[in-house]
């Protein structure tokens, strides 16, 4: 008997108002039904929302230290239950479970770090203009926040939007990617057993177009935290403005690895490998563009293409898998679509290109040499295991290449040479930088985003930048005569 599961609307686990259902599939094995999700109408949504509207006065009263206490509550038992949150996670999405538990153990520190932040919610005193005058800011919630999410973080990133949108006083309507709706669901739970009370989260799985769109398109939502692709993305923005509601987009990314030539070639390859074929190369902070420099390029192509080659992919339960599959048959049927791209637009294929293995959506890390900076496969993103490496001569060189894209999210080099490294790192387009380290991998307290077409440019997620997206400043002047 496949589990059904329920969404969370004003304090009741509820079914869609017209019954339907999806499936939620194991991309490592297609036989396998996880469980059934409602499909939420835009009916569900509205009620859903209202009901976030109905309980933001109770909460935004809620002394802020009290709502952290929550969040604190909420880390202890994800770190409680790590093991089984991270097992749903690597059945629905695919990852490994040592990537599973990575990501499950940045949701347990992000409900601690931002459980503080209920201590923080500071305003500003300012100098008088008479003698007679206060004058000071506070900070408040803004309303009701929808937070819409994708399937390749799917513990992670609704986690560092749910908590800080709580903490600072806001209720929240929850639509999680419906490809990994599980460990969404999971969070909820967590949160509620924590002792959040009715109406504060709200929690509606279901198709983008109906029930992201429900939310993108209401009145009586105050902002909207997005992450996925750009094309949604851009979708929700223009849905919004109508409103002129609040809103964080945080979207694709085509992100430059430069390998110099006086690179170490061992830590080159280990973070072209960590960055590219990591989560299978679903993260929008992937390396899926390696620009290398002449004079270390034949063996670095070399040594690259010898690590891809040894991969094992398979089952991420198993404990001798280092790249899970695809998390669809669609994405899948993407990275097969861009490996053709690739080699029609004349780039050298040197490892994979193919499927591997059977009974799920597996495909083997690939590998292109002789990538030239205009071929689609350098310029759109793939989200999958698909690595491009194109060669550079001099730095400058490098640098243009990399900011060759519409994206901007995250860039990495490999040198030794610290003069070499600042200038990538004053001149390269991207809103992170890593100097010896895998674009890929961010820090809970670190402000997180992209530049260019990577994000709307509004503002930035994680650490304290969290504040100026979930709260509003209002200036208070008292005249005491
Ligand atoms: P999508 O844009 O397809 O979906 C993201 C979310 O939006 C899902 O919950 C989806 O629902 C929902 N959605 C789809 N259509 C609409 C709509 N018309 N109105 C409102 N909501 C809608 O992205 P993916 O889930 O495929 O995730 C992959 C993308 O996410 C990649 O482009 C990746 O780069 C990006 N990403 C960016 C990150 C960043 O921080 N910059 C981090 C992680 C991922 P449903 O699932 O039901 O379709």
């Given at each position: 008997m496949v589990q059904e599961y329920r969404n969370y609307i004003g304090g009741e686990w509820v079914d869609a108002a017209d019954g339907a259902r999806f499936e939620n599939i194991n991309p490592a094995d297609n036989d396998e039904v996880l469980g059934t999700f409602p499909k939420a109408t835009a009916e569900d949504v509205q009620r859903a929302i209202a009901t976030a509207r109905e309980a933001f006065p109770a909460w935004a009263r809620?002394?802020?230290?009290?709502?952290?206490?929550?969040?604190?509550?909420?880390?202890?038992?994800?770190?409680?239950?790590?093991?089984?949150?991270?097992?749903?996670?690597?059945?629905?999405?695919?990852?490994?479970?040592?990537?599973?538990?990575?990501?499950?153990?940045?949701?347990?520190?992000?409900?601690?770090?931002?459980?503080?932040?209920?201590?923080?919610?500071?305003?500003?005193?300012?100098?008088?203009?008479?003698?007679?005058?206060?004058?000071?800011?506070?900070?408040?919630?803004?309303?009701?926040?929808?937070?819409?999410?994708?399937?390749?973080?799917p513990s992670a990133i609704p986690a560092w939007k749910i908590a800080p949108a709580l903490v600072y006083g806001n209720t929240v309507v929850f639509k999680p990617a419906s490809f990994a709706p599980h460990s969404a669901l999971l969070l909820v739970e967590a949160l509620l057993e924590a002792g959040l009370p009715p109406g504060v989260i709200n929690f509606v799985t279901g198709s983008g177009s109906v029930a992201?769109?429900?939310?993108?398109?209401?009145?009586d939502v105050d902002g909207i935290t997005f992450t996925g692709s750009h094309a949604v993305g851009k979708e929700i923005y223009q849905t919004a403005v109508d409103h002129m509601t609040r809103i964080q987009l945080e979207m694709g990314g085509k992100n430059p690895l430069i390998v110099l030539d006086d690179a170490d070639l061992e830590l080159a390859t280990k973070l072209a490998v960590i960055g590219g074929f990591g989560a299978t190369g679903?993260?929008?902070?992937?390396?899926?563009?390696?620009?290398?420099?002449?004079?270390?390029?034949?063996?670095?192509?070399?040594?690259?293409?010898?690590?891809?080659?040894?991969?094992?992919?398979?089952?991420?339960?198993?404990?001798?898998?280092?790249?899970?599959?695809?998390?669809?048959?669609?994405?899948?049927?993407?990275?097969?679509?861009?490996?053709?791209?690739?080699?029609?637009?004349?780039?050298k294929l040197v490892a994979g290109g193919d499927r591997a293995g059977d009974g799920g959506y597996f495909v083997q890390p690939t590998v292109f040499d002789d990538?030239?900076?205009?071929?689609?496969?350098?310029?759109?993103?793939?989200?999958?295991?698909?690595?491009?490496?194109?060669?550079?001569?001099?730095?400058?060189?490098?640098?243009?290449?990399?900011?060759?894209?519409?994206?901007?999210?995250?860039?990495?080099?490999?040198?030794?040479?610290?003069?070499?490294?600042?200038?990538?790192?004053?001149?390269?387009?991207?809103?992170?930088?890593?100097?010896?380290?895998?674009?890929?991998?961010?820090?809970?307290?670190?402000?997180?985003?992209?530049?260019?077409?990577?994000?709307?440019?509004?503002?930035?997620?994680?650490?304290?930048?969290?504040?100026?997206?979930?709260?509003?400043?209002?200036?208070?002047?008292?005249?005491?005569?």
């Amino acid at each position: 008997m496949v589990q059904e599961y329920r969404n969370y609307i004003g304090g009741e686990w509820v079914d869609a108002a017209d019954g339907a259902r999806f499936e939620n599939i194991n991309p490592a094995d297609n036989d396998e039904v996880l469980g059934t999700f409602p499909k939420a109408t835009a009916e569900d949504v509205q009620r859903a929302i209202a009901t976030a509207r109905e309980a933001f006065p109770a909460w935004a009263r809620t002394p802020a230290p009290r709502r952290g206490a929550i969040l604190d509550k909420a880390s202890e038992i994800v770190a409680a239950r790590l093991d089984e949150f991270a097992e749903t996670l690597t059945r629905e999405e695919g990852k490994t479970l040592f990537e599973a538990r990575g990501e499950v153990t940045r949701t347990r520190d992000v409900f601690k770090y931002h459980s503080g932040a209920g201590w923080r919610m500071t305003g500003d005193v300012l100098p008088p203009t008479s003698s007679d005058e206060m004058i000071y800011t506070q900070r408040e919630p803004l309303g009701v926040i929808g937070v819409i999410t994708p399937w390749n973080f799917p513990s992670a990133i609704p986690a560092w939007k749910i908590a800080p949108a709580l903490v600072y006083g806001n209720t929240v309507v929850f639509k999680p990617a419906s490809f990994a709706p599980h460990s969404a669901l999971l969070l909820v739970e967590a949160l509620l057993e924590a002792g959040l009370p009715p109406g504060v989260i709200n929690f509606v799985t279901g198709s983008g177009s109906v029930a992201g769109e429900a939310i993108a398109s209401s009145p009586d939502v105050d902002g909207i935290t997005f992450t996925g692709s750009h094309a949604v993305g851009k979708e929700i923005y223009q849905t919004a403005v109508d409103h002129m509601t609040r809103i964080q987009l945080e979207m694709g990314g085509k992100n430059p690895l430069i390998v110099l030539d006086d690179a170490d070639l061992e830590l080159a390859t280990k973070l072209a490998v960590i960055g590219g074929f990591g989560a299978t190369g679903q993260v929008c902070t992937a390396s899926s563009r390696v620009i290398v420099q002449q004079g270390i390029a034949g063996e670095f192509v070399d040594s690259l293409t010898n690590a891809a080659r040894n991969l094992v992919v398979g089952n991420g339960l198993d404990k001798r898998t280092r790249m899970g599959p695809a998390v669809s048959a669609a994405q899948l049927q993407t990275d097969l679509d861009y490996i053709k791209i690739g080699q029609g637009e004349g780039a050298k294929l040197v490892a994979g290109g193919d499927r591997a293995g059977d009974g799920g959506y597996f495909v083997q890390p690939t590998v292109f040499d002789d990538v030239a900076p205009q071929m689609r496969i350098a310029q759109e993103e793939i989200f999958g295991p698909v690595i491009g490496v194109i060669r550079a001569g001099s730095i400058d060189d490098a640098i243009e290449k990399a900011n060759d894209v519409g994206f901007g999210l995250s860039a990495g080099i490999v040198t030794n040479d610290l003069r070499a490294a600042l200038t990538f790192a004053n001149n390269v387009e991207a809103g992170v930088v890593k100097i010896n380290a895998p674009t890929s991998g961010i820090a809970v307290h670190v402000p997180f985003g992209g530049f260019k077409q990577s994000s709307a440019n509004t503002f930035k997620e994680q650490g304290e930048a969290a504040i100026e997206f979930y709260t509003r400043t209002k200036s208070i002047y008292l005249t005491h005569g």
